[in-house]
């Protein structure tokens, strides 16, 4: 199972002379089984190089890949129109959505449509399906996926993705309780390999006026982390002001809590070998 980060950056793109290391994209990850099917984990705007890169690949020949999103905040869809396999009709592209296939197909129409975007989303060239995330586990080739909900405005799911024995999740937009930890989401990344988590803030920020925005912080991350012992934490959706020294500064103090802690960026490629 290969895991490759395409965009990191939380709630807005930013481009910077101080963002080069982590990037501005906003989230965006791939996922490549053994078997070579390809799932990719929200359509920030971390989706737009993707998708050119898969059009080189691809060239001509008919390909299929699987979309499966978090939540359908803008941060989360907005790469969406600029996806160059949406618009091949060599391409077909599977949509797994917490919400019914008529909601979904909705606000996607809604984000290419009208007076915001001049391709309505039904219209583009691909052949496109939707599938409503089903409360238990569902596959998608050879990986198992599982999630549970997050605290986050108008809800989040975090997915575990599970291929012969390795596991990583994706938890990157929630916000912790006010005392002790999400302990649901503890049990979820019980032992994974990769555990990705929300970083928008510092535990400074967070108090001095962040409450109830529905992100979370470094250190609330590490105590995940440690307590479902978890062998890798990896920061992310980063705050468009955190400079690439602030970031740095935010993984070195949480690599004092928790050793095994690393920033997720654009480019990164990191494979869980079975």
Known sequence: MKISFWGVRGSAPVCREDIVKYGGHTPCA????SKKDLIIVDA????????ETLM???GQENFHVH?????????HIMGLAFFAPLYSSQAKVTFYSPLN???TLRLLNLLMGGRFFPINFSETESEKHF????????????????????????????????????????????EHPEKGVDNQLVEFARKTDFFIYDSTFTPEEYTQGKK???????????RIAKQAEVKKLYLS??????????IGMIINHARKKFPQTYGAKEGLIKELKN
């Open 101 to 103: 296939r008529e909601t």
């Open 212 to 222: 109830g925005w529905g992100h979370s912080t470094w250190l609330e991350g590490v």
């Open 237 to 246: 959706h980063f705050n468009p002001s955190h400079s690439d020294k602030k």
């Open 131 to 174: 599938k409503k995330v089903p409360e238990r586990d569902f596959t998608i080739g050879n990986i198992n996926i599982s999630h549970i909900p997050l605290h986050h405005p108008q809800g989040s799911f975090a997915y575990k993705f599970y291929e012969k024995g390795r596991s990583v999740v994706f938890a990157t937009d929630t």
């Open 44 to 51: 920030g705007t971390g989706i737009i190089r993707l998708g």
């Open 67 to 75: 979309l499966v999103l978090t939540h359908f905040h803008l941060d």
């Open 56 to 58: 080189r690949k691809k």
């Open 30 to 33: 791939s996922i490549l089984s």
